[in-house]
């Protein structure tokens, strides 16, 4: 027979063999399989660009399904952030309650007695913070309205040189800019009206859910990863365990940055006479929650008091406190502390922190890095394959094979039909055992 030549004759030669009109023999029969195996390959396309063709789809995908699930989220976004703040709080108190209820106290009572005592915390706080700033916003307006004057005085006296009857002008400029902007000053307050609503309603699911969770958080738990195919629920437990302990970490670190933060700034306020001093510290403690730039945002808040109660040198000696105690956060507690229980460098935390400002604001700020602890611990365990010797999944009695997928086919004691998501790959036995309920 003529030899074949070029790419076209050795993929004719394959069709040909497949069909049987040529017959050849072993040894020419392996070439022939080789040969079609290389003009089958791709080797016309460099190696190089067939990998950055398949890294390009998958990352592209990835994006476009992120986007669309961020997206889709902002609609209903009264219920998703509750839920989330419900699940930040619920990492925090579910040791307690694990406490008492080891202790003999019964599930229902242990969940009131810890909501009952965070919500005491809380509401106390806000109270004394509340009580602090009526006895001592009377003495501030007053130390505000000569900083005014002061203001004033540097304008008519300053470099400006402005005279009484041009800043007149300016204040009666800026009285009619009010006046024709009153349409969008009233809409405004309506939007703020609605957004307390909001904020009530979402008060209100938040400690719905967090009694929930609570009381009932691994069932809940369980429902949700009965929902995937069988395969994948010993890898999804596991992973989901591993993630939530990550968040619980994170929120107790947090907890302690904050409180230092707050100490820090409000006790260095106290002692150099800014007023209001303990409102500020619980107000920094707040504004920690949000990682890097809280704690600075909230401190500026202390410069500015000392600035209109005691003057720019007072102000620079509390921006100087500020600056040490974010120094003291940045280069002591986040990376010997926070980096170990979360296990996130630095600068993944400033990039998550800008990037879910851009995306979402302030909840963004405030989630984008528990949600990245918690992807990056859930991706490690799964990376590892760590359910296969995992006590706490084994306990479950999810199916943990070894075959190609997320976990497997399940062994011979855990055997259960696939659901119409799984396609199996390799053959069902022919009398597949009872699933186990989740």
Known sequence: MQRL?????QRALQRAVSRGA???????????AAVALRADDGSDVPYALRIAASWAWRLALVIVVG???VYLLTFISVLVIPLMIAGLVAALLMPLKIALHRR????GLAVALTLVGFLGVVVGALVLVGQQLTVGMASLWGEAVAGVQQLLDWLSQGPLQLTATEVDQYLEELGAAVQDNSASILSGALSFGSTAGHVAAGIFLTIFAL????????SIWRFVVGLAPVRARAAIDGAGRTGWLSMARYVRVQILVAAVDAIGIGVGAAIIGVPLALPLGVLVFFGSFIPVVGALATGSVAVLLALVANGWVNALIMLAIVLFVQQVEGH???????GP????HPLAVVLAVAGGTIVAGIPGALFSVPILAVLNASVRYISRRAWEDDEIVLRQGWPTGGAPGISGPAPAEHEAPSSPASTPDTPAAPAPQKETPP
Do not use: H, T
């Open 341 to 344: 229980a979360v296990a996130l």
């Open 332 to 338: 002591v507690l986040q990376p010997l502390v926070m």
């Open 22 to 32: 040529v017959i050849l023999p072993e040894p020419s029969r392996r070439r022939a």
């Open 211 to 218: 009694i929930f969770f609570l009381l009932d958080g691994p």
């Open 104 to 107: 003999r106290v019964p599930d």
């Open 67 to 69: 986007g669309a699930l």
């Open 5 to 9: 030549r070029g790419a076209k004759s």
